[in-house]
C-alpha cells in the first residue's frame, strides 16, 4: 500500500522533468504553466513576511531544469504581494547555487 504513494510522485516528477527537457533547447520563454508550476513546487519557500523555509526536492528538480528562468520570468507586481523577491537568491542557493553570479532574478 505505502509504494503506491512513493511510486506516483516519482513518476510525475520524472514526467515533469523528461517534458521539461525536451521542451527547454534554447532558452525560450516560459509558458504560462511552466511558471505556474514553478511557482506551486516553490511558492511555501518564497512567501512574503515568513521565515526562509527549505525548498521541496521537487521545486529543486523544477528551477535546476530551467536555470530559475520561470520562477523569474514570473516575478511581477501580484507576484510581490504574495512572495518575497529578495528569498529568490536564497533559494537558488539551497538548490545547489542555480543562478550564475550577476545574474538578475526579479530585479534583484
Avoid: W
Avoid at 520561470?70 to 511581477?76: K, P, S
Amino acid at each position: 500500500m505505502m509504494r503506491s504513494y512513493t511510486i506516483l510522485p516519482m513518476f510525475m516528477l520524472t514526467l515533469l522533468l523528461v517534458t521539461r527537457s525536451a521542451s527547454s533547447q534554447g532558452s525560450a520563454p516560459c509558458s504560462q504553466l511552466e511558471i505556474s508550476q514553478n511557482l506551486d513546487y516553490c511558492g511555501a519557500a518564497l512567501i512574503l513576511g515568513a521565515p526562509l523555509v527549505p525548498p521541496l526536492g521537487v521545486c529543486c528538480a523544477t528551477v535546476k531544469m530551467n536555470k530559475m528562468q520561470c520562477i523569474c520570468e514570473g516575478v511581477t507586481e501580484t507576484f510581490s504581494q504574495t512572495y518575497d523577491v529578495n528569498k529568490l537568491p536564497k533559494l537558488s542557493q539551497a538548490c545547489g547555487d542555480i543562478l550564475a553570479p550577476g545574474s538578475s532574478c526579479g530585479g534583484k
